[in-house]
């Protein structure tokens, strides 16, 4: 499993690996997304998603992406704070504190946010994307959010094999299609929804939107490798929706 966050030790750039945090600048190359006339009117990336950096260690950051759910909270992958990408990759310095500080880029602007709420990861079972409850989430708050900033709201519903779908990161606005659900071997770990679209390091929180109503189906977890082939999964809207409520 690659977590798709960039970790960056120094000025060197890691290469992605299975179970760890891909660390490659965006490759020049990427699908071609759909024509603009063929999305629905939703709202663009800039007004809804920020960039993130979560310094790891002295040496060591990752970057990746927040959801806006409005009133400045924001939701991302734990991946990105918990401080288990920069143990794999054996930072120099490594802080091993869960809730590492982020910094947001939001519609202009660079503020600290505070962690509210932290999935936890199972380490038992080695390093990598294992998550209970498959809740690779984090909750973040900015305490002075940009005014009137738009926030997503989560769908009711999904996602579902077959459900069209605009990705949202920090490099694209895609469509895209759900292909399947999944539940990892052992039930503590839960489950994620998977799309055959590659997405690339540095797009971990990134959002998935219901393509016909613009509502949030899920966040941009991991890319898992091997057979069947490459898959991305994210955390399902049900998922998410619990983890804020802190259920």
């Known amino acids: 499993m690659a977590a798709l966050s960039l970790l960056r030790p120094a000025a060197l750039l890691l290469l992605p690996l299975l179970a760890g945090c891909a660390g490659s600048a965006p490759p020049a190359e990427r699908p071609a997304a759909e024509p603009v006339a063929a999305r629905p009117v939703l709202p663009p990336a800039a007004s809804v998603l920020a ?5 790891l260690g002295p040496a060591c950051f990752a970057t990746g992406a927040a959801i806006h759910l409005g009133h400045g909270r924001f939701v991302t992958a734990a991946h990105l704070l918990d401080g288990s990408q920069g143990m794999l990759r054996r930072c120099p310095g490594l802080d091993s504190s869960l809730g590492k500080p982020a910094q947001l880029s939001f519609q202009g602007r660079e503020q600290r946010a505070r962690l509210i709420r932290l999935g936890r990861a199972d380490l038992r079972f080695g390093l990598g994307t294992y998550y209970v409850g498959g809740r690779d989430l984090a ?35 895609q469509l895209a299609e759900i292909s399947g659900l999944m539940r990892e071997a ?40 091997g057979p069947p082939g490459e898959r991305t999964r994210i955390v399902p809207a049900p998922v998410l929706e619990a983890f804020l409520l802190g259920q």
């Open 51 to 55: 960039g993130l950096r979560s310094e």
């Open 139 to 173: 909750l973040l708050q900015l305490d002075t959010p940009p005014p009137g900033a738009a926030g997503l709201s989560l769908c009711a519903q999904g996602p579902r094999p077959g459900e069209r779908v605009l990705v949202l990161t920090p490099y694209r606005e």
């Open 186 to 225: 052992n039930p503590l770990h839960g489950g994620y929804a998977e799309m055959t679209l590659r997405l690339e390091a540095g797009e971990s929180g990134g959002a998935v939107l219901d393509a016909a109503a613009g509502c949030l189906l899920g966040l941009v977890s991991h890319r898992q490798e």
